[in-house]
């Protein structure tokens, strides 16, 4: 009898398109900016000089809202032994963003990423139980317990530039994407996320596999 696994706590799936369209493959790049443009705006880092009222020079720094709730995350786990659900929730939901942003760049969908709808991109995170599921201390080390999939996604990081490349003139010529392309291309995203969710969301203790399935 097969010994069934339990499925990642972080998952996600692209609907494979049947059809693409192909003048806005070829206009995808021009396309997107307006998007990404939003989602920079959104997860920007600030920073520099600004004077005030009173003619005083004073110094604005931040570290990105994505940053800041990872240090504050770290903080609250390793302190308080919580992870309050609105800022998993905010985290969610900007990588739900972020990925529709990324399928329609990287030419996975035809449909214009939306700031709330899910669309063709089902990605979905477990809410962790803070005092069972997750150790005081490892949000101090899995930052670094994850360098080896660094080095592996950015080698396939390549790879996908050069999926996304052949897809694009398959796509303008025959208006598919080829299904094992874009398998390997949704696979990497797919690996990126349980690194994102185990090294920097910090929802799981559970070390991220190897694999793009």
């Keep these: 009898m097969a010994i069934k696994t339990k499925p990642y706590p972080a998952t996600l ?21 307006p998007i990404i443009a ?11 000089e600004y004077t005030n009222e009173a003619g005083q020079q004073m110094v604005q720094s931040g570290g990105g809202i994505v940053a800041g709730l990872f240090l504050a995350t770290v903080l609250m786990i390793l ?8 800022w998993f929730d905010f985290n969610l939901e900007l990588n739900r963003f972020s990925t529709r942003v990324g399928a329609y760049a990287l030419l ?13 991109v089902h990605l979905d ?3 962790p139980d803070v005092k069972t599921d997750l150790k005081r201390w490892m949000p101090l080390v899995k930052w670094f317990l994850a360098i080896p999939h660094y080095v592996v996604l950015l080698i396939l990081s390549a790879g996908v530039i050069f999926a996304t490349i052949l897809a694009w003139f ?3 010529f ?5 299904k094992d392309l874009f398998d390997f291309v949704v696979g990497v995203n797919r690996w990126g996320l349980r690194v994102m969710a185990y090294a920097f969301l910090l929802t799981t203790d559970q070390y991220p596999p190897f694999s793009l399935k």
């Design 13 to 33: 799936n692209i609907d494979y398109p049947a059809k693409l369209n192909r003048w806005t493959t070829l206009f995808r790049l021009i396309l997107a900016l």
């Design 170 to 172: 398959a796509i303008l």
């Design 125 to 127: 995170i477990e809410y």
């Design 174 to 178: 025959t208006g598919r994407y080829p």
């Design 79 to 86: 302190f308080r032994r919580r992870y309050p659900r609105w």
């Design 108 to 120: 996975l969908t035809d449909t214009y990423p939306s700031t709330v709808e899910k669309q063709s």
């Design 38 to 48: 939003i989602f920079a705006i959104l997860t920007a880092t600030g920073g520099g």
